[in-house]
């Protein structure tokens, strides 16, 4: 029997990226999966293609995690269609980088509002449904920006330096009701971001990292899925790096 078999997952974010290879590997191990987006139709789309190949449901929603209204409903629709969540992840970033100097407030508020308030809209809509079950895994997917800080990044790092905090506070409440809630914090993970950096960018991020190269999507899935797992049922309030010894 697979890990994740008859579970549910809701990952936000989960069309692209680091989300995406979330949502694959958590199907891999049996979980039905239901993917949040922001805009990418045709990357969602695709996303759950592949998705369902792997044999288990699988449904996608437009979701805009910045707002109270469309999270709780679109939350309320997931439970209606698959009937529990299971695992949560929370994923849902954008940046808006710039010098704190010159950093617009609504930039600043913007990336607050999807990266960290985003992440509590979820947390909340669930929170019940999780507690009444007395079962549950809540994964957030912080950053070493979070914890070391970042030139020209301030809102970022302050958004998930506050998930850090998010984690641990909602890890307590819960502890006593059979939910876990636990951080991951990557480092430099490649992206269509990173992969369009010229060569010399390439090397100069790579220099900075103890293990001297980026990281993979599937090597932060691959911890998401031992930490919703059987596995990881006594870890709780943990930030776990996946960043090469980067900030070690």
Known sequence: MKSLENKTVLVTGGSRGIGRAIALAM????????????????????????????GVKV???????????ETENTVKAILEEFGQVDILVNNAGIVRDGLLLRMKEEDFDAVLNTNLKGAYHMIRHLYSHMMRRKSGHIINISSVV??????AQANYAAAKAGLVGLTKSTAKELASRGVT?????????????TDA???????AISSQIPMKHTGLPQDVANLAVFLAGPGASYITGEVIRVDGGLAM
Not at 181 to 193: E, K, L, R, T, V
Not at 197 to 203: G, I, S, V, W
């Open 197 to 203: 950096l010229p060569e010399k960018a390439k090397e």
């Open 181 to 193: 809630c636990n951080a991951i914090a990557p480092g430099y993970i490649q992206s269509d971001m």
């Open 59 to 69: 449904a996608v929603y437009q979701c805009d995690v910045a707002s109270c209204e």
């Open 146 to 151: 979070g914890l070391m800080g970042n030139a």
């Open 27 to 54: 199907a891999e191990e049996g979980a039905n999966v239901a993917v949040l987006f922001a805009g990418n139709r045709a990357a969602a789309d695709q996303t759950a293609a592949e998705i369902a190949e792997k």
